[in-house]
């Protein structure tokens, strides 16, 4: 029997003035995460604040934490916010075991992180 195909999307689209959502859903892994690269690549840091919606994330890896750290160094590049979201409590436990909660912002929604960036602007 063969193993089921991991899934991993991503959908992007402009929430707020300001504000683009990257939304992720499934597994985040080696094997997938040339999607969420792709969808990072793509985003338009240099004219908004992005924002990552892991909510639908159901598992992430080491190659998974790569790339939402390449993208917060894309974002320090050009002097916009990355804003992490949907955290479960188990992914934040890799975050604080490793020290990107201290690096990240997180929002326990996008909704809250529009509001956030909306305040700051």
Same mark, same amino acid.
Request: hydrophobic fraction near 45%; charge should be negative.
């Given at each position: ?13 402009? +929430?707020?003035?300001? &504000?683009?959502?990257?939304?992720? %859903? ?7 995460? *040339? /999607?969420?690269? $792709? ?27 790569? +790339?939402?750290?390449? &993208?917060?160094?894309?974002?320090? %590049? ?7 979201? *949907? /955290?479960?409590? $188990? ?31």
């Amino acid at each position: 029997m063969t193993e089921p195909e991991r899934l991993l999307t991503v959908i992007p689209r402009h +929430v707020a003035s300001g &504000a683009f959502l990257l939304e992720v %859903a499934g597994e985040l892994d080696h094997h997938t995460s *040339g /999607v969420l690269t $792709e969808a990072v690549n793509e985003a338009p840091f240099d004219d908004e604040n992005v924002i990552i919606d892991l909510s639908g994330m159901t598992y992430c890896d080491s190659t998974g934490i790569s +790339v939402l750290i390449t &993208a917060y160094n894309r974002s320090l %590049a050009v002097g916009s916010q990355l804003t992490l979201t *949907g /955290v479960s409590p $188990e992914q934040m436990r890799i975050f604080e075991l490793i020290g990107l909660d201290q690096v990240f912002v997180f929002y326990a929604s996008s909704e809250e992180a529009v509001s956030a960036l909306q305040r700051r602007a």
